[in-house]
């Protein structure tokens, strides 16, 4: 496996200061119609499809109320259920719903927001898929990024590749190549669509000639900028039926320390 950033890695330059998460903003990604995962998205948005009893959104709220960070939360497809999802289970949290009549793809919604989001550094999640991992190592791998990366994607190790975006980086962690979604992929480390940004990324959306989504317009725009870290705990890509059911049993087994 290509050489990526892990916490053995930190070790020998992460501070202590590192280790404390700033109220980083949060974009969840929610508004998505969820096609794939079709029946059960018929009566559910994607983003609130339970895994053991809970809603994929939940587990993305919990973890910011956790570490008091402010979150954004787009919605699109069945609109009043998401927003009375969050009103009823989430109140009192600092939340936001950011209401998209039109879906701007995942680019477009960060320009929207770009107000809100040019103070500091901001994380970004695809909220329909599931993922467990250190928040203040993550932000440790950004803080100690190279100086001229813009972001930090996070990273997993894909069972089905060719369903992923691929990716390839240097020696030092950085994004060298992008294969979104290929056929035969050169690997298996793949992007996990959790990402914190710089607000210099909002530069780069600008000049780009209507940038609508982040995989297929913003990343490749960024190579070489790229800093990665790599979730060695868990990531389910939900995209499909199969691997709904997989996250189902997963989940389950941890709970119960297996």
Known sequence: ?????????????????FLHVPPLPTVLLAAG???????????LPKCLVPVNGRPLLGYWLDMCR???LPAVVNTHYKAETVAAYVRDSHAGQNVEIF?????????????ALQNRLSGGPFMVVHADNL????????????????????????????????????VRVDESGVVTEFFEKVP????????????????GIFSV???????????LDLLPLCLGRIFTFFNGDYHRDIGTVESYALAQAETWLRTQGR
């Not at 496996?1 to 200061?17: A, E, G, N, Y």
Request: glycine share 6%; hydrophobic share 40%.
């Open 33 to 43: 119609l969820g096609t794939r995962l079709t029946p059960v998205t018929e009566y």
């Open 184 to 199: 035969s992929p050169p690997g298996r480390l793949a992007n996990a669509a959790v990402y914190i940004m710089e607000p």
């Open 205 to 215: 959306l600008r000049s780009a000639d209507a940038a609508r989504d982040i995989s």
């Open 131 to 166: 993922s467990f991992f250190s928040l203040p190592e993550f932000w440790a791998a950004h803080a100690g990024r190279p100086r001229d990366c813009l972001m930090t994607m996070m990273l997993f190790e894909a069972e089905n590749p060719q369903s992923c975006g691929i």
């Open 1 to 17: 496996m290509q050489s990526v950033t892990k916490r053995s890695d930190m070790d020998l330059h992460m501070s202590i200061d």
């Open 99 to 111: 209401h998209e009549p039109e879906l701007l793809g995942t680019a477009g919604t960060l320009l």
């Open 66 to 68: 956790s570490h008091g």
